[in-house]
């Protein structure tokens, strides 16, 4: 054992070494084309800066420590989120801060330290030294956090990360201060604005459909398509992306599959009833598992808690496509909750904790010598955690509290810490269980998984050669495509789980090329690259049925106003073919008109009417053409001039600051490149 332990220890190092320098021999190899630089590949550019891969990977690693490490990024989800807000971080620092400097905004450490002593309240400093028993500001407990940062590099990154947040936190308040300041509203708006509020209009409407015009009336020209497309490019902004067709082969069990998952369920299932030592078995069995927590009857699942409490072996059972089986490893009866104080002291002060302990059970205040010597935030709340179920114990506490009486004050060595408690609440006893569970999922067998795997395989090769070769493959297979767009900065497919290999492909292949095979999920898919859209606006071609339909309304709206005839709205809706519709109370703020629909050209005429009882001009609407007469005005007093102008200042200075962060990043001019590489 001597030996392999030597073994183990000097070669593992040297074997560490090799697989480095292969790695390393790895992304020297690789092209300069595919976007890298040297060592060092580029995924994004952010202000004229590039953003390296580098930087990028510090960035998501200390936003993923700071946002609950492994566990916050644990799924697809969670790994999406921490992506994004370490994407932002680099945006602020190379387009915001930037920007800040520039305009000599900055703040000062007087001022940090000022937030920092809660005279200035911060956001970020408030979330991370908040008494969570009353909610409060607790600037105290920044004393005991400093006292673990100075020989601890993970708590000093934090607390540099902490200091960065909050003062950028400022940074943005002052410039959206900066932006607010310039939102005006002037007397014109606010009597224009109270004026719409209070009056109500109340008459007819006549109208005809653009689709009650055949479209065989007209025609649209490529040169008038053209010139819409123009003078409205605008609308037809969008994200670089790529197009993909890909064919997915599911992987599910078959029913061979299900049979033998059941046998070998049982025969495992029969063993574990007979273990003796229900620890040991379980630890062996790769799909075993024990929980970490002592739980109640009412705790456990319904379906297994009736025979666990019995002290019976529970299952197998099959639910969710799942195969349960579960036994009890250890019981105790011990206080349903638990009344809480501790001092938290650092792990080598063995002595002062042994000091406080005799001073505490001789009768010392444990509220006071709390808040002198406890090193957490609680300390300043008298060492106070809280009521807990003992369920929610941490396993440090559950030996040392399972015959804990009111009044007992207990030292637990936990973590990296050492920890005074006194129980000041201990509720009535009852049985608690800690469950071992074996679970095995209804899942494809190997077997199964290769056959699909090879049908893939046989599909992958017949696939090469274009659309033609891969529709032919996916018919001989009797398989249908499915079609998907992928936006610059998106890192997976919509509806595809754990699909960002496929997108790290089609974001480095070419139009025509066929992947291999990718796994997604318990699935392949194969796909192929059918377009590349790197262009800043579609193309004519992509929103030509968008240009046509919106031409043809015009052509229709010149069309129906020139067949219009009447001198009412009676009359007009008659030379319609139409039935006259009533309007009642509508008012400026009003989106919808009953028997009309969502038309905001129609409601914008109506209440800019002044006159009643004459006929309007024609309405160009998103649908149809309008012609409406206004029967009466009612005006009300529902909003004052003072109340008007409070609103509209509040919107002018929202849509103000808004509109400033996304213009700020507009012009940073921001290429997300990571889908190549992550």
């Given amino acids: 054992m001597a030996s392999l332990n030597t073994l183990r220890t000097k070669f593992g190092i040297v074997l560490s070494i090799v697989i480095a320098l292969a790695l390393l021999a790895f992304i020297l190899s690789l092209k300069t084309e595919m976007g890298f630089s040297g060592t060092d590949p580029k995924v994004g550019e952010i202000n004229g800066d590039k953003i390296r891969y580098s930087e990028y990977y510090d960035a998501y690693e200390l936003t993923k420590s700071q946002n609950g490490g492994n566990a916050a ?29 520039k305009l000599g905004l900055a703040v000062t450490e007087a001022e940090r330290m000022s937030m920092l002593a809660g005279e200035r309240p911060s956001g970020v400093y408030y979330r991370a030294f908040a008494n969570p028993a009353t909610g409060e500001y607790d600037a105290s407990a920044i004393a005991g956090f400093l006292t673990q940062v100075e020989n601890n590099y993970q708590m000093q990154q934090t607390w540099a990360y902490i200091n960065d947040q909050a003062v950028f936190e400022r940074e943005i308040a002052k410039f959206m201060g900066i932006v607010k300041g310039g939102a005006y509203v002037n007397k014109l708006e606010v009597e224009s604005g109270v004026e719409h509020a209070n009056e109500t209009f109340t008459g007819k409407i006549a109208s005809r459909k653009y689709a009650s015009v055949p479209d065989s009336l007209f025609t649209v020209s490529k040169s ?63 799909r075993g598992s024990v929980d970490d927590r002592y739980l109640t009857g009412e705790q456990l699942p319904s379906a297994e808690s009736a025979a666990l409490m019995a002290g019976k072996t529970y299952g197998p059972e099959l639910s969710n496509d799942v195969w349960t089986m579960a036994r009890v490893v250890d019981s105790k009866v011990v206080p349903d909750s638990l009344g809480l104080r501790h001092i938290v002291l650092q792990y080598n002060d063995d002595k002062l904790a042994d000091s406080l302990l005799l001073a505490l059970r001789n009768g010392a205040d444990f509220a006071t010598v709390a808040r002198e010597n406890s090193l957490v935030e609680t300390a300043s709340n008298g060492g106070e955690i809280g009521v807990l179920p003992f369920s929610a114990l941490p396993s440090d506490f559950v030996d040392a509290l399972s015959n804990a009486r009111k009044g007992d004050i207990v030292k637990i060595v936990s973590g990296n810490a050492i920890q005074i408690v006194n129980v000041y609440r201990a509720d009535k006893r009852t049985k608690h269980v800690k469950v071992a569970r074996i679970e ?91 377009e590349i859209d790197d ?39 008659e030379g319609f073919g139409s039935t006259v519709s009533d309007f009642k109370d509508l008012s400026y703020a009003s989106f919808y008109i009953n028997g009309v629909g969502v038309e905001p050209r129609l409601v914008g005429a109506i ?35 003072d109340a008007e102008k409070v609103r509209l200042q509040a919107m002018a200075e929202s849509m103000a600051q808004q509109a400033s962060l996304y213009a700020v990043q507009e012009l940073a001019a921001i290429k997300d490149l990571r889908s190549k590489y992550f």
């Fill in 440 to 530: 095995y999922p209804v899942e494809a067998s190997s077997k199964t998984n290769n056959a699909i795997h090879a049908s893939a395989s046989s599909f992958s090769v017949k696939a090469v050669g274009g659309a033609d070769k891969f529709n032919a493959a996916a018919a001989e297979a009797s398989m249908t495509p499915r079609v998907a767009t992928i936006n610059n900065g998106e890192r997976s497919v919509r509806g595809l789980e754990k699909s960002q290999e496929v997108v790290r492909w089609a974001y480095g292949a070419k139009v025509g090329d066929i992947s291999d095979i990718i796994k997604v999920g318990k699935d392949y898919a194969v796909a192929m690259l059918t």
């Fill in 607 to 641: 209440t800019a009417t002044t006159e009643t009882g004459k006929l309007s001009a024609p309405v160009k609407g998103a649908s149809g053409v309008y012609v409406f007469t206004v029967d009466s005005i009612a005006d009300s007093e529902k909003q004052t001039a």
């Fill in 73 to 101: 990024a644990a799924d697809e989800a969670g790994e999406e989120r921490i992506s994004m807000a370490a994407w932002q971080s680099l945006v602020a620092k190379h387009a915001m801060i930037p920007g800040f400097e």
């Fill in 535 to 573: 262009n800043e606006y579609k193309p004519l071609s992509e929103v030509a049925q968008q240009v046509t339909t919106a031409l043809m309304h015009d052509k229709k709206f010149d069309y129906i106003v020139a067949e219009m005839k009447g001198e009412n709205v009676e009359q007009v809706a």
């Fill in 224 to 286: 008038e398509m053209k010139k819409y497309y123009d003078a409205h490019k605008g609308m037809f902004k969008q994200q670089p992306s790529r197009s993909i067709s890909y064919v997915l082969f599911e992987v599910e069990p078959t029913a061979e599959d299900m049979s033998a998952i059941e046998t070998e369920v049982k025969a495992v299932a029969a063993e574990f009833a007979a273990a003796d030592d229900v620890n040991a078995f379980v630890r062996q069995n790769r």
